[in-house]
């Protein structure tokens, strides 16, 4: 064990084992490479994906992971869309965390996408991305459907580690102050609004523990295989969101991939 590593206490809940380790250099390494493969799987995988379930035409708002912007997210809201939602970015630039204008900017987005869809908007986050997605839901719940996160780190709150912390902390300087945002301890509360939490075991940035919260009537993870960069490309991920998106509003209902794509996914809780 490292400095600073906590010995795993086999009676404690899966989400709080591990608690201070990143994960592993090799698959943080890897992780382009692997990105790259997920890439492939999408368009060898785009007819089965045709067949996942089809929309109601809600908003769905999609927030980008840290240092990313509204471009990483666009195959999944191309996807998305074609599902038969009313997807869009969340056309703030790049993501450097908590900016004042970052905060500012987004209940407005919130806001109009579901005056102009009539109804609560689904916010899907991926990364740092599911962390302002929560966080809108907390602040703004009757704005807002059901929360998908994809490998977004939430039990930091628990003394989580990512391997993006140090970029977190370079960007920190350009971060609101004066309680504009949580602190860390407070990112693990449960949301007001239907939750689902999608990770991947093989994640290299956001160790895959960090990422579970208790599973509930109004909260579930599912486990994928692919890369933490990958989350926005890879099929898997891409049916579950679109499972998940197609639930009537304020459930979270069994979710049941077909028998065929079963070998795709880990844990459902």
Request: hydrophobic share 40%; glycine share 12%; proline share 8%.
């Amino acid at each position: 064990m490292g400095i600073g590593e906590v010995v795993p206490d086999a009676t404690e809940p899966e989400y709080l084992r591990a608690v201070g380790r990143i994960p592993g250099r090799a698959l943080w390494l890897t992780e382009p490479v692997r990105a790259v493969v997920d890439a492939g799987l999408l368009v060898a995988a785009t007819p089965w994906l045709a067949a996942a379930k089809n929309g109601d035409g809600h908003g769905v708002l999609v927030l980008p992971g840290l240092m990313a912007n509204d471009g990483s997210t666009k195959p999944l809201r191309a996807y998305i869309r074609r599902r038969g939602y009313y997807v869009r970015g969340w056309r703030l630039g790049r993501n450097l965390g908590p900016t004042s204008t970052i905060l500012q900017g987004l209940p407005g987005g919130l806001r109009d996408l579901a005056e102009t869809t009539g109804g609560p908007v689904s916010v899907i986050g991926w990364s740092m991305g599911g962390i302002f997605a929560r966080e809108l839901a907390r602040s703004h719940p009757d704005e807002v459907r059901q929360v998908i996160t994809l490998g977004s780190p939430i039990g930091v709150a628990h003394g989580h580690r990512t391997r993006a912390d140090r970029t977190y902390n370079l960007l920190s300087v350009m971060h609101a102050r004066g309680g504009e945002f949580p602190e860390r301890a407070q990112l693990a509360r449960p949301v007001p609004v239907p939750s689902i939490s999608v990770y991947s075991r093989l994640d290299g940035i956001v160790g895959w523990r960090s990422c579970l919260a208790e599973p509930s009537d109004t909260h579930q993870n599912i486990e994928v295989r692919c890369a933490h960069l990958g989350f926005g490309m890879d099929p898997a991920t891409l049916w579950a969101v679109a499972d998940r998106l197609a639930q009537q509003p304020g459930r979270v209902e069994p979710f049941d991939p077909p028998r065929a794509l079963r070998a795709f996914y880990g844990s459902i809780t």
